[in-house]
């Protein structure tokens, strides 16, 4: 079974840091693709941001730029999503996925975590 699970979402502030985790189980992510993906209420999914299985990231989304990081941790098998400077549009539930292709992108994802809610708000 290959599953990825999110955790870390919860309700912050504008300008508040959140880290949430996308922990596998059932295969080495470290041999993986791994993006992260939202979707807030009334929009489309966007792409956020992406680590290669080459430890390269890519960045999908100008608005998360300078605020947004992803790391990888082996040991633990183990991907964060940084976030800083938070803001309401960043509102949204947040998932991971995982790709068997070498470089970012934003499509050919074909594992998928049941999503985190990250709420923005005053």
């Known amino acids: 079974q290959l599953q990825l699970v999110e955790s870390g979402g919860g309700l912050v502030q504008p300008g508040g840091s959140l880290r949430l985790s996308c922990a596998a189980s059932g295969f080495t992510l470290d041999y993986y693709t791994i993006g992260w993906f939202r979707q807030a209420p009334g929009k489309e999914r966007e792409g956020v941001i992406c680590i290669s299985s080459s430890g390269g990231s890519t960045n999908f989304a100008d608005s998360v730029k300078g605020r947004f990081t992803i790391s990888r941790d082996n040991a633990k098998n183990t991907v964060y999503l940084h976030m800083n400077s938070l803001k309401p549009e960043d509102t949204a539930v947040y998932y991971c996925?995982?790709?068997?292709?070498?470089?970012?992108?934003?499509?050919?994802?074909?594992?998928w975590g049941q999503g985190t809610q990250v709420t923005v708000s005053s």
């Open positions: 996925a995982a790709s068997r292709r070498y470089l970012c992108r934003q499509y050919a994802y074909g594992y």
